[in-house]
């Protein structure tokens, strides 16, 4: 089964409309982190934001949150406001386990801003 | 956020050279460091793990004497792809660890490796 899975391969969106996109995790560990990447045509991987399995609220940085739902096992990103800049790929990982740092990444969601 | 460089960004060689790629963690130290591998249109493959002070680890599948990695400081690790063939081109990726409870990875730019 995949660890990560993010179901859009690709999604179009108008600019200053907010986004969605979707994460879904499979692990059998009660210790996990959830995080979100973008990678831009440049090659860079930026990091966005970051759930611990164990925080009550969700995690927001600026524009971005993070939809954390335990029960089923999603993370989905919330990107508001979207800007032309936000189009690239998009990126969730986890990484399970106590003292386990290594990631897992999903296949990605490219996302495109229409003007 | 962090800095990670890597360098260098883009890199062409001739088959059976050998090549050489930094990875350094510009503002916080860095005891672990990964290295992954990016097809194009895929997402990233972790290669190996790479440790300072001590041996690196390699996934499954992942040649230890193809892909050399030395973590010689807290800041820098280093891969070299030795004797490098067409078949390693591709973009190589580095992160950093940086350990403060969220213990994040943090991306270099990446360097495009075309073997000629």
């Known amino acids: 089964a995949q660890k990560i899975t993010q179901t859009q391969p690709g999604m179009f969106v108008q600019e200053k409309e907010a986004v969605t996109l979707d994460c879904t995790y499979d692990t059998s560990d009660q210790s996990y982190g959830l995080f979100w990447y973008k990678q831009p045509s440049s090659g860079e991987m930026i990091f966005l934001i970051y759930?611990?399995?164990?925080?009550?609220q969700n995690a927001t940085e600026g524009r971005y949150s993070l939809n954390f739902q335990k029960a089923r096992k999603s993370a989905n990103l919330v990107i508001s406001a979207s800007q032309l800049g936000d189009s690239a790929m998009y990126f969730c990982a986890m990484r399970e386990g106590l003292g386990n740092e290594k990631l897992t990444f999903g296949t990605g969601t490219r996302l495109t801003i229409i003007p | 956020g962090a800095v990670v460089s890597q360098h260098p960004s883009r890199v062409i060689c001739k088959s059976g050279t050998s090549v050489k790629i930094e990875c350094r963690s510009l503002?916080?130290?860095?005891?672990?460091m990964f290295w992954y591998r990016q097809f194009p249109k895929k997402s990233l493959m972790l290669m190996a793990t790479?440790?300072?002070?001590?041996?690196?680890?390699?996934e499954q599948g992942v040649e230890k004497d193809k892909f050399l990695i030395n973590h010689a400081s807290l800041t820098l690790s280093t891969l070299t792809v030795t004797s490098a063939h067409p078949e390693d081109s591709s973009f190589y990726i580095c992160s950093a660890l940086r350990l403060d409870g969220k213990n994040i990875q943090y991306f270099g730019a990446g360097t495009r490796l075309s073997v000629l």
């Open positions: 503002d916080f130290q860095a005891t672990t």
């Open positions: 790479s440790n300072e002070g001590s041996k690196a680890t390699y």
């Open positions: 759930q611990g399995s164990y925080d009550e």
